[in-house]
């Protein structure tokens, strides 16, 4: 019954995938409007100047189809993640942001990186990994859904594809199984079911050899 109220659809875990989406879109279309170029906020790693992108990577983006291609996966991952995790979910979103472009900033090659790709292999990573390690079978088949519709971007972790920042992806992938191994223990957890002990489970022992009840058994006298 605890588990089922955790999963009652509230129209609260729509609010930070929609804030989300709609803030990278209105970012762009200010880039575009006025003219401004915010690749320069992206990660540039090991520059101390670079270290901004840590925090505002994840909302910049190249052009219209790096945009597009990021937003539904975005949204499909991050709903995903606020049903099943709402306690936890700003946390992971936070943290795993910040620390992904971090290790972005360490690992990567010395170039500008941008977009919100990083936010999504994180999401990716911590839901699948999460539904596996927790052995729940909702989160079980959302992970099978997710590989089916998402199962190709394990190969953008690798160099396969150049202008392509894998180094931001394999950031958001490893701090996502890293997360889904440290709170494996919150949010829904799949609890054992606990027999309960009946009076026929009494006329066993520990061996499971039959131990006949005790008769009490009245003489009556007749006069």
Do not use: C
């Not at 500008?112 to 999401?123: D, E, K, P, R």
């Not at 590989?147 to 202008?163: A, C, H, N, Q, T």
């Not at 957890?189 to 026929?200: D, H, L, P, R, W």
């Amino acid at each position: 019954m605890e588990q089922e109220n955790q999963l009652n659809t509230s129209k609260s875990i729509f609010f930070i995938p929609v804030l989300y989406v709609i803030a990278i879109w209105v970012i762009y279309w200010i880039e575009i409007k006025f003219n401004f170029n915010f690749n320069k906020f992206g990660i540039l790693p090991r520059n101390f100047q670079g270290l901004r992108g840590v925090f505002f990577t994840h909302f910049i983006h190249s052009d219209t189809k790096h945009l597009f291609n990021n937003s539904i996966p975005l949204f499909v991952l991050l709903l995903s993640l606020f049903y099943f995790y709402r306690d936890i979910g700003l946390k992971i979103l936070i943290y795993g942001g910040v620390l992904s472009g971090a290790l972005t900033w360490i690992i990567a090659r010395e170039s500008y990186h941008i977009g919100a790709s990083g936010i999504v292999y994180l999401l990716f990573s911590f839901v699948f990994f999460s539904g596996i390690i927790r052995k729940h079978y909702r989160l079980v088949a959302l992970s099978l859904i997710i590989i089916f519709l998402y199962g190709s971007m394990i190969w953008y972790v690798l160099p396969i594809k150049e202008g392509m920042s894998w180094e931001g992806h394999l950031s958001g992938f490893i701090m996502g199984f890293l997360f889904s191994i440290i709170y494996r223990k919150k949010g829904i957890v799949k609890k054992e079911y606990q027999f309960s002990k009946t009076e026929f489970d009494t006329y066993f022992d520990e061996e499971g050899n039959y131990i006949p009840p005790e008769l009490n058994s009245e003489v009556e006298e007749e006069l």
